[in-house]
C-alpha cells in the first residue's frame, strides 16, 4: 500500500509462494477504513465486494471497446497511479525483491519491510526542501 500524498509506502505483506496480488489482499484480512479510496489495477476485479470506494479502470474486450470516455477515465485513473508504480520500481532495484529468494524464508518478511524503509527514507529525503543559508 502506498499513500498517494506523500508517496511513502504504508504497508507491505507477503507470503513464501506465488500468490497473486488479489489473493494475497484478501488472505491478509486488512481492515481499511470505507472513507479512504482504493486505485487499483484489473488485477483487482473483485475488490469492490471488499471495499465499496474502490476505483478500478474501465475493461474493454473483443466485442465492446472502450468509449473515449472511458479512455479519459482509465487515463486519468493512470496518472494517479504512476506514484504507486514509481514505489514498485524502487523496490525492484533491489534485486532479492524481483529475483528468486534464496535466503531464510523466516526473515522474507522483514527483508521486505526493510527494503520498504529504505524506499521510504530515499522518498522522504527527496521530498524534502532544504534551506539554504
Known amino acids: 500500500m502506498v499513500c ?5 509506502i504504508l504497508g507491505v505483506y507477503c ?44 475493461k474493454r474486450s473483443k466485442l465492446k471497446p472502450l468509449t473515449k470516455p472511458e479512455k479519459q477515465a482509465n487515463k486519468i485513473l493512470a496518472q494517479q497511479r504512476v506514484v504507486c508504480e514509481h514505489r514498485n520500481r524502487d523496490c525492484k532495484i533491489f534485486r532479492i525483491t524481483k ?12 527483508n521486505w519491510n526493510f ?7 530515499k522518498t ?8 539554504t543559508p
Do not use: C
Open 4 to 8: 498517494l500524498v506523500s508517496g511513502l
Open 15 to 58: 507470503q513464501k509462494e506465488k500468490v497473486h496480488d488479489f489473493a494475497l489482499f484478501k488472505k491478509s484480512r486488512l481492515t481499511i477504513h470505507p472513507a479512504i479510496k482504493i486505485f487499483a489495477d484489473l488485477g483487482f476485479l473483485g475488490l469492490a465486494k471488499l471495499h465499496p470506494n474502490s476505483v478500478l479502470p474501465f
Open 99 to 110: 529475483d528468486v529468494y534464496r535466503g531464510k524464508y523466516k526473515n522474507y518478511g522483514l
Open 115 to 121: 527494503i520498504a524503509a529504505l524506499v521510504n527514507l
Open 124 to 131: 522522504a529525503t527527496k521530498n524534502l526542501k532544504f534551506a
